[in-house]
């Protein structure tokens, strides 16, 4: 509402204070102040009576949790088929708030669908600018080709975080055939003794 000073001597000022509450106001916000609004009093100029002055609202400190496919690493790099593989991740917070109880899914998308890869990791805590590590064990029998390999930070959305859109990655996953042999034999492999029998000749063959 409006406030009142009693009285501005001449050539002096005066000074009025109101609270501002920002709840809700984050960004630019133009502030205005009108001196005798309704011109009550009789003043030489009319005209400079009004003045504004942006305020700049900053946001609440908030966590930003954050994955990068170049953060998905694969121990070892190249697996075999059978091999187990360690997957890990480095989760960053490029907020301004720390987050604690951060919830880490990693899963294996086989055609568009999602499924997990042993049991869902927890960082207790990871500090704003700071990142941290987590991983689990996967099994590749059976598994030889490409796999894709997707991480999740926060699945369920129980972080506040100032941006909800860089918390999903993926990586390929190369799996290939273990070494084994491989036998070959084809026709000029195979030989006769005698080359040309007649009927009734035992013939030795060799291959």
């Known amino acids: 509402g409006p406030n ?39 003043e030489t100029d ?59 899914r990693f899963e294996e998308i086989i055609e568009g669908e999602a499924e997990l890869i042993g049991t869902q990791q927890l960082i207790d805590n990871i500090d704003a600018g700071t990142s941290a590590t987590a991983q689990v064990t996967f099994d590749t029998t059976g598994k030889v080709g490409m796999r894709q390999i997707q991480v999740t930070v926060d699945p369920n959305d129980t972080i506040d975080e100032s941006n909800e859109d860089d918390n999903v990655a993926s990586a390929m996953l190369d799996v290939v055939m273990p070494p084994a042999p491989n036998l070959v034999i084809e026709s000029g492999d195979i030989e006769f003794e005698p080359a040309s029998p007649v009927e009734g000749d035992e013939v030795t063959i060799v291959a």
Not at 29 to 34: A, E, M
């Open 46 to 104: 009319e005209n400079d009576n009004a003045a504004s002055r942006m305020l700049t609202v900053a946001p609440p400190p908030a966590s930003n949790l954050t994955i990068q496919p170049s953060a998905i690493t694969f121990d070892p790099p190249n697996p075999g088929d059978g091999d187990i593989v360690t997957i890990g991740v480095e989760v960053f917070n490029s907020g301004t708030d720390d987050a604690t109880d951060v919830v880490v």
């Open 4 to 42: 009142t000073t009693a009285r501005i001597p001449a050539g002096g000022s005066g000074y009025i204070e109101v609270t501002y509450d920002t709840y809700g106001k984050e960004g630019e916000r133009t502030i205005g102040v009108t001196v005798d609004p309704n011109n009550f009093i009789a």
